[in-house]
């Protein structure tokens, strides 16, 4: 979702377990904080620079960015994506059923819920934010394939084109938002909605190029929360955030720190924490398969044959990223069930011999040490990330040295984070490095990388495949997997998506990604932990409200 850069990691792994979604009974919402604190909980994310923007289907917007989007608008079910055989809280959505093949969802509305304006939240609500997303494929980030969307009272029922087995945990966090209000805005897609009005336990105080300032809500459903006010700062870097989360000037972030222990956890023992819960995402390199050098299978081929996996792990992510090995790109131990028979004793290695006799057996030649393309010109790409996402921005340097390898002058640029994602977003960019998310499968991590369902032109708004990778066996293959109704189906279609990753490289796959955020215990308790991991951790995630619920302050 991204955004999502800067996370630490420890280098685990967690077993793949099950996804148990088919229904859920009601429930109420989280448990709120044992009495207001007089402290505002400070949050920092390493963005760079914010416009005033508070609208959450943009993934662009300060609001998203920031991560403030779920603490105002709530999502259907509070779903632990990093432990996902755990059952979804009941949010919005006080319960729900699919039918047997997927292809249906039945939503009980939660009763009284005001939206923080003081207006009802209903069913109609929920059917509105569904049919906004299937009216407006700029705002389905998820892809879902939407059906026939209607209500009876307090009922939503949702159809979907094609089994969504796989899909559920998406569904569940889809965060709602009022019709009263939306229905009045001309353009969704571009609208900065700057006075968001949502069901959270916070509402939307002050906006500042400094800080952004929200006010519990006084009026929330879900009781009253602990935290009187949150602040969110976007700071220029990984590097300054560190210093905030060390000093307790920002008290809930998400950022990667090299040396964690002794630059963030020494800094305050009684206080300072971090949750680095595992899971199958990983880190990536996006490789724009429409434009030159990376529409040509060959070039994708000998540069994944040179990135040196185990250098990126140790040196650009100071060892915190676990290293992968296996060369599906599945992540090991987590994932080991899922690789192919053919892959399962397959791991990457550097080869340069290989790798250039892959480039000259499809026509490309040498000038010396530089390789020159079939245009007769020498062969150079971009790879670029956001200044200050220092551990993202050293892999890039260390994959310019592996093409440096081979003939390939490789430049490293880093602009700001608003200006990347843009760049990304409309598919103006040759090289980048990226993230996955997690799931319960490795088809979660293949999805968001080289789904050609989600493909769309140069120019036009990508949610994920942004390298635009276009293959009709591989588009069957994903939609054969979420329209399997058993395990057999679903592990004959991931097979297939295996061997299409190996040779075609449609990405090139670096290291392994848990999720994971930084935390003080010093004003507030009751942060996830291993002990206690009943939610992603990061600020920015989905799951937001239910953390906000769960916080206790201190004394």
Same mark, same amino acid.
């Given at each position: ?8 990691? /420890?280098?685990?792994?967690?077993? !793949? ?91 009980? #509305? ?16 929920? /059917? ?9 494929? !700029? ?49 969704? %897609?571009? +609208? ?16 500042? %190029? ?9 009026? &929330?459903?879900?009781?009253?929360? /602990? ?32 040396? &964690? ?38 070039v994708r081929q000998a540069l994944n044959t040179v990135v040196d996996r185990a250098k990126e792990s140790k040196v650009a992510e100071s060892g915190v990223f676990p290293e992968l090995k296996n060369v599906t790109g599945i992540p090991t131990p987590a994932g080991d069930s899922f690789i192919a028979d053919d892959y399962k004793s397959q791991n990457y290695k550097v080869d340069v011999t290989a790798a250039k006799k892959i480039l000259t057996d499809a026509g490309y030649k040498y000038s010396g040490s530089t390789l020159i393309g079939k245009d007769g010109k020498p062969v150079t790409f971009t ?38 994602? +843009? !760049? ?47 293959? +009709?066996?591989?588009? !069957? ?9 058993? +395990? ?45 991991? &009943? ?5 920015? #995630? ?10 206790? /302050?201190?004394?």
């Amino acid at each position: 979702m991204k955004m999502k850069k800067g996370l630490i990691v /420890a280098a685990v792994a967690a077993a !793949a377990v099950g996804l148990t979604l088919s229904g859920c009974s009601s429930s109420s919402g989280g448990d709120s904080g044992s009495g207001a604190g007089t402290h505002a909980l400070t949050i920092g994310m390493p963005n760079g620079s914010q416009t005033n923007n508070s609208n959450p289907f943009l993934n662009t917007s300060a609001a998203r960015s920031l991560g403030y989007a779920f603490a105002i608008y709530e999502p259907l079910a509070e779903v632990n994506d990093t432990r996902p055989a755990q059952k979804p809280t009941p949010w919005l959505a006080k319960s729900w059923k699919w039918n047997a093949d997927y292809t249906q969802l039945t939503i009980t #509305a939660r009763s009284g819920v005001k939206w923080s304006d003081g207006k009802p939240f209903t069913a109609k609500d929920i /059917a509105y934010s569904l049919q906004l997303r299937k009216d407006n494929s !700029a705002l389905n980030t998820e892809g879902l394939p939407y059906g026939d969307i209607t209500t009876s009272g307090d009922t939503v029922t949702v159809d979907f084109t094609t089994g969504q087995y796989v899909n559920q945990i998406k569904v569940l966090q889809l965060f709602i938002v009022p019709e009263h209000i939306w229905k009045n805005i001309s353009d969704p %897609t571009k +609208d900065a909605n700057k006075n968001p009005v949502g069901t959270g336990p916070y509402v939307l105080k002050s906006w500042t %190029t400094q800080a952004v300032t929200l006010d519990a809500n006084s009026n &929330y459903w879900g009781g009253k929360v /602990a935290a009187p006010e949150l602040r969110y700062t976007s700071y220029s870097g990984n590097d300054a955030l560190t210093t905030a989360l060390a000093t307790g000037a920002s008290q809930w972030g998400w950022t990667f720190i090299a040396d &964690y222990q002794n630059v963030y956890i020494d800094k305050d023992k009684a206080h300072n924490q971090a949750f680095y819960p595992a899971g199958l995402g990983i880190d990536y390199l996006a490789l724009n398969t429409q434009k030159a050098p990376f529409n040509d299978v060959a070039v994708r081929q000998a540069l994944n044959t040179v990135v040196d996996r185990a250098k990126e792990s140790k040196v650009a992510e100071s060892g915190v990223f676990p290293e992968l090995k296996n060369v599906t790109g599945i992540p090991t131990p987590a994932g080991d069930s899922f690789i192919a028979d053919d892959y399962k004793s397959q791991n990457y290695k550097v080869d340069v011999t290989a790798a250039k006799k892959i480039l000259t057996d499809a026509g490309y030649k040498y000038s010396g040490s530089t390789l020159i393309g079939k245009d007769g010109k020498p062969v150079t790409f971009t790879l670029t990330d956001p200044a200050g996402w220092n551990d993202y921005d050293s892999g890039l340097t260390l994959i310019a040295a592996s093409a440096k390898s081979i003939g390939i002058d490789a430049k490293v640029d880093t602009p700001t984070a608003d200006t990347w994602t +843009d !760049a990304l977003n409309t598919g103006d960019f040759q090289a980048a490095l990226h993230w996955t998310n997690g799931g319960v499968t490795p088809w979660e991590m293949y999805s968001d990388m080289f789904d050609p369902g989600y493909y769309v032109p140069l120019g036009k708004t990508a949610v994920w495949n942004y390298g635009r990778y276009q293959n +009709d066996d591989a588009k !069957a293959l994903f939609k054969q997997y979420t329209d399997a109704t058993d +395990d057999a189906g679903r592990a004959k279609a991931l097979d297939a998506l295996q061997k299409i990753y190996v040779e075609q490289v449609p990405t090139i796959a670096m290291d392994a990604r848990p999720a994971g955020a930084e935390f003080s215990s010093k004003y507030y308790t009751g942060w996830p932990s291993e002990s206690n991991a &009943y939610a992603n951790p990061q600020p920015t #995630a989905p799951n937001v409200a239910l953390i906000l619920t769960k916080l206790k /302050a201190v004394g």
